[in-house]
């Protein structure tokens, strides 16, 4: 569905936020009260053969729709995000490559992160704050970094600095720094195949700048930083859509990014989980921001918890957080 200024706030969210606000929040491995099948149904995973050396997992049947990537070297292989976890994506891996796997999370949000330590190579973007939420090689989550209501643990294997290269063998992968969604957020950049893979920098139903730690000016700075290294010209992949992102669509969100910093674009208040919010649309493209309040979705209960956008009056009356 593309937004567009005829539909009403309630319509909006409830046809497509209510399945995507998802995949910036939602998609956490399975908690203890959750089933844990081994076994996921027929065609949960859909992979997409985008080269010889390049698939796209995607989760389709999973109401948030991540899409993790597999990058293919002579030498390892690059997973970049585990999915949300309710069926382990190792299986799936395992049939394409028998090469080692390296693992690196977009950021730390739980629907990329499930069932991580399942891999026993595991990097993370190299930052001070992530390094002092490690003891004994175990990195561990508050649940405002994870957003469930639980801490989460990920055995880390080493540290990757931000423009570090990664040789996969015949294949040279840039790891780059991207804050934004959140301040752990990472994208890579694979120059001998001109694509990029940008987690949750910018998602093509809606982009969630009201979690902890998001922010608007340094999701710009970004966006700008990226079409430096790519000199605006590659194909940007994200993880929650199938469908790619043009460098064309990445400036407009860029303009429309700057265009809400400066106040030169208007915006449509609603209310989601209790917390009051602002929705600006550049183009097709919804961005959720905070209002004046900068209040900031809390963790959610379980990776079943839906989150039903209502009306901004509906905030007056409901617990804030």
Known sequence: MTPTGRHSIAAFFLACISTLILACLCGAS???SEPNPVVPPQDWFHVIRLDSDTYALSEPKYWQANVSYLLLGTRRALLFDTGPGIYSIRDVVRGLTSLPVTVIPSHLHFDHVGRIAEFSDIAIIDLETLRRQVKNGILTEPPTQYLLQSE?????????????????????I??????GHTPESV???DPSHRRLFTGDLVNREVSLLNVPGSDLQQTLRSLHELARLTQGRDLAYEA???KNLTPAELRLVARGIDDILHERISSQRFCLYGVPALRYDIGAFPIVVPDASDQRLPPLPSATTRLEPTDAPSCRSTKTH
């Open 30 to 32: 399975p908690t203890p």
């Open 152 to 172: 989460y643990r990920i055995p880390v294997s080493r540290w990757v600095k931000d423009r570090e290269i990664i040789d996969l063998g015949g294949r040279r």
């Open 174 to 179: 840039t790891v780059v720094s991207t804050p």
């Open 187 to 189: 994208s890579l950049f």
């Open 240 to 242: 929650h859509s199938e």
